[in-house]
């Protein structure tokens, strides 16, 4: 963000206005040819339900105008103005420079904010879009109830012989006679993230998990683990964290907090309970969703809608490989991994160099075991901290709100995203260029990414691949933990592996932070081959630069999936649970690919619409 004098300001906002109020004629109009001739040729639109109805991102002026001449056709845009509450700006935003400003509007069923920025060059012409982002905030007449629209909890109070607030909560939460409208599976950020947004826009909506304890899911980590991000980033909705919280959060801590959370937010959560299978009813238009508790019993839910919150990956991965079973020692997986104590005087084999891996590697060398990580593909490398992975996060340090920073970067569609991680990568690599030197010559093969995007787009693109050092990496270049290539081991046997030039490794561990399968294998085994094979992959970059089948309809009616990082989570919860609101008041059909009527997002009266 760069300051501007105050002559500056003044004649940059008034060709930010004169932009708004020229391309609000041509919104309130429907002439989708007049919007998109508002943008610079590569312009970028990216929507979040407001005008389309889904999350949808257009690159060119022509798509912007074929896509604008459809959603025109369902829906009217009004009261577009700059939101005051953000100041108009200089930015650099995928190494382009723009002049960033926030906007208001409504729309025919509710208040949606915005982010464009202009290309300043503008050389006496009329200015120019190089991105707009349109998003749906609130439904009309259906708001979250925060703020003040806060329920008054009145009806609680002085009720003499009668049921109190927690009485209610507690039958409530048991659902012995009724079923939720949502069904959510999995108690992370994801699942808790869905639950809250949906329980303030009055959707009934049980959590389950299988895990003994609300938080588990991050507890029952191994005994080393703390965030690799600032925990600024990482806030749920409605209840940050405490200023009094360290930068890098430890997982016991988060774990309490998920405890809390639960209670502050009024979730009605299920501990030790799985889903087993669901099958969709397409004449009543529910699931027959079997869940099964750790006690044996299980029971048949129906709900309208089911939250898949597992993760970005469900299912551990643990590969066929071969000669493995010849080993006599522990193997065990990455996920069955709780700390390294009882590995002290061990020789142990880490199959596998993403973050797990590492992670695992530096908690049983520093608990006194010999170990060795075994590479199977090059690995992007990162040091944490705010001179290196930090600056990805940098916006939310800049002073702004939480929530203007997220509208931000949903702004930041996946075109400008590239560019600015390539930028990074770039920086990235002169701040650790004597770390990855170290990290070549111990062995070890580092990459800079797919396009030399870095670590983030790896996580966006494939959900792993990278890792961010905290101390492993060092370990590794002074040789205190060695590297193998998977290609170097020849053999294994009883007692370790016979390596390519005839060296033998004692070994009585092996670890395989192998990762996990993507989530389709995950739907395969709930919901069958038919739904899986309907609804497609999941995660990773569409044609349009969305991520497929995340925080939107998909092709199964009532079928919705949540995951990512602590930002993500916290972002598009609100738009995924505005999707199920809307469907629960038929603004919106079930499926993806079920066409929206003409008119449907007409539906909510614009009287009062300013």
Not at 564 to 576: D, E, M, V
Request: proline share 4%.
């Amino acid at each position: 963000m760069t300051t501007m004098g105050e002559t500056a300001i003044s004649t940059v906002r008034e060709s930010v206005v004169g932009w708004l109020a020229e391309i609000e004629r041509a919104l309130v109009t429907a002439d989708g040819q007049a919007v998109a001739n508002m943008f610079v040729p590569d312009g970028i639109w990216r929507d979040v339900l407001a005008l389309t109805g889904d999350l949808h991102t257009y690159c060119g002026v022509q798509q912007i105008h074929e896509a604008m001449v459809a959603a025109l056709g369902r829906t009217r845009v009004l009261g577009l103005s700059l939101d005051d509450g953000v100041p108009v700006c200089a930015v650099q935003r995928g190494g382009e420079a723009a002049i960033e400003a926030v906007l208001a509007f409504q729309t025919a069923i509710g208040r949606g904010r915005g982010v464009m920025r202009l290309d300043p060059q503008v050389n006496g012409e009329r200015p120019r879009a190089l991105a707009l982002l349109t998003a749906l905030m609130d439904l009309r007449g259906f708001e979250e109830r925060i703020g003040k629209r806060r329920p008054s909890g009145s009806e609680y109070g002085h009720r003499f012989g009668g049921p109190n607030w927690l009485d209610e909560r507690t039958v409530k939460a048991r659902y012995e006679r009724t079923d939720p409208a949502v069904l959510v599976v999995g108690g992370g950020q994801a699942g808790l993230g869905v639950a809250a947004r949906l329980g303030q826009l009055d959707v009934d909506t049980l959590v389950i998990d299988r895990l003994a304890r609300i938080g588990d899911n991050w507890r029952n980590r191994y005994h080393s683990l703390v965030l690799h991000n600032e925990v600024w980033v990482n806030h749920l909705p409605y209840m940050p964290f405490p200023d009094t919280w360290p930068t890098y959060i430890p997982k016991d801590k988060l774990a309490d907090w998920f405890e809390a959370y639960v209670a502050s937010m009024e979730i009605n959560y299920w501990t030790g309970t799985e889903l087993i299978a669901a099958e969709y009813d397409r004449d009543g238009q529910h699931w027959r969703a079997i869940i099964r508790h750790t006690d044996g019993s299980q029971r048949t839910l129906r709900p309208r809608h089911i939250v898949t919150a597992t993760g970005v990956n469900g299912i551990p991965n643990i590969p066929n490989i071969p000669g493995l079973k010849n080993f006599a020692g522990e193997v065990l997986h990455s996920s069955a991994f709780a700390d390294g104590s009882s590995y002290a005087g061990k020789s142990v084999l880490v199959i596998g160099s993403c973050s797990s891996g590492h992670d695992i590697a530096q908690e049983m060398y520093n608990c006194g075991a010999e170990v060795a990580l075994v590479q199977r593909s090059p690995t992007t490398v990162t040091s944490i901290g705010p001179d290196a992975a930090g600056r990805i996060y940098a916006l939310y340090s800049e002073g702004l709100s939480t929530e203007d920073c997220d509208l931000i970067s949903l702004s930041i569609a996946a075109p400008t995203l590239r560019r600015s991680h390539q930028l990074l990568t770039r920086e990235w690599y002169r701040l650790d260029r004597e770390l990855l030197a170290g990290l070549a010559d111990a062995g070890f093969c580092w990459d800079y990414g797919e396009d030399s995007t870095g670590w983030q787009m790896k996580f966006l693109r494939h959900g792993g691949g990278f890792y961010l050092n905290v101390g492993c990496s060092d370990l590794i270049v002074d040789g205190r933990v060695t590297v193998l290539q998977f290609a170097d081991i020849a053999e294994f046997a009883s007692d370790g592996v016979t390596l390519g030039d005839g060296r033998a490794l004692a070994v009585d561990v092996i670890v395989l932070a192998t990762g996990y399968h993507a989530q389709q294998a995950l739907v395969r085994r709930l919901f069958g081959d038919d739904v899986a094979e309907r609804v497609g992959p999941i995660w990773g970059f569409d044609a349009e630069g969305e991520l497929r089948n995340m925080w939107k309809r998909t092709a199964q009616p009532g079928l919705w999936f949540s995951a990512g990082s602590f930002a993500q989570c916290r972002i598009f919860s609100k738009f995924l649970a505005l999707q199920i609101k809307a469907c629960e008041l038929h603004l919106l059909p079930l499926a993806r690919d079920e066409a929206i009527p003409v008119g449907s997002l007409r539906a909510i009266d614009l009287t009062d619409a300013g």
